[in-house]
């Protein structure tokens, strides 16, 4: 679990901050095209072409000077349409419906908490994956496209995560955590479950661990945990809240959070690479 290096904005419901991440009064409209910059480029590409000599010009017969100008206009028209439609697809983001069959909400009785899952698959075993801090089921997306040719897949967003709704969301103690999922587990497979294989990642990897360790879940058949030390990951949770409230709270367009996310990422990769080349070249 790495803390964001995002910077914080207002938080919601303040002051002058909307209360609606994506609300359609708080999306700015669209820049206006680049269509300008894109002509000029053009344009000097031609002047390029005729070594910027304006008897060139003076000398050119009207109608291949007008074949030209037209040519650098429609040059300019397709590199702004490809300009944009190329951002706006590169980062529009992907819907669950392509890795998941379907998505519920479970509510848990004699509760107000509603924890949404995304399952897919329909035989054998349940393989219930449970997301890091700052992430939704969602990130179990394409496991779960391979892994529903031979098993069923169940990932969830825990307690303050993507759709999941509880009556307090800033809890995120280790002990509220597993009592969700088990709550959820009990509320969807009742007292004869299936059999199960637990996966977490990160946070949710320590959640499993603790899920697996209160033997409360008949027929757990497995545990997976991946990118995560527990003694690391329990000590963690205690500033689990302050690293969520440090993440934006507000981007123009969904488009702009992925590729914020996809850029930290990236440089995260980097970072890494880089840390491995230089421990082999010790």
Not at 8 to 35: C, N, W
Not at 73 to 92: C, M, N, P
Not at 112 to 133: D, I, K, Q, R, T
Not at 226 to 236: K, N, Q, R
Request: hydrophobic share 40%; charged share 20%; net charge negative.
């Amino acid at each position: 679990m790495e803390p964001s290096n995002l910077s914080p904005l207002q938080e919601e419901g303040s002051e002058g901050q909307s209360p609606s991440v994506f609300a359609p009064d708080s999306i700015p409209p669209r820049p206006a095209s680049h269509f300008k910059n894109h002509l000029l480029l053009c344009l000097l590409l031609l002047l390029g072409l005729t070594g910027f000599e304006s008897n060139k010009f003076q000398m050119m017969p009207e109608n291949i000077w007008i074949d030209s100008l037209l040519t650098v206009l429609e040059l300019a028209w397709v590199i702004d349409k490809k300009s944009g439609r190329s951002s706006l697809e590169k980062y529009a983001p992907l819907e669950w419906s392509g890795y998941f069959d379907k998505e519920e909400d479970v509510t848990i009785p004699g509760t107000n908490n509603v924890f949404h899952v995304y399952m897919a698959g329909s035989e054998g075993p349940v393989v219930f994956c449970l997301h890091g801090g700052g992430y939704s089921g969602l990130s179990f997306a394409l496991s779960a496209s391979i892994v529903k040719e031979k098993a069923r897949v169940v990932a969830m967003d825990l307690r303050g995560h993507g759709k999941s709704s509880t009556d307090n969301d800033l809890d995120l103690s280790i002990e509220t955590l597993r009592n969700d999922v088990l709550a959820v587990l009990k509320t969807v497979y009742g007292n004869s479950p299936p059999a199960i294989i637990l996966v977490g990642h990160s946070m949710g990897g320590s959640v499993a661990v603790h899920v697996a360790a209160m033997k409360a879940m008949p027929n757990v058949h497995g545990l997976v945990v991946v990118d995560v030390v527990e003694g690391t990951a329990i000590a963690s949770l205690i500033h689990m809240q302050k690293i969520l409230s440090n993440r934006m709270q507000y981007f123009p367009t969904i488009e702009k959070a992925v590729q914020k996310f996809l850029n930290i990422k990236l440089a995260g990769l980097n970072y890494h690479n880089k840390k491995v080349k230089d421990n082999t070249s010790l």
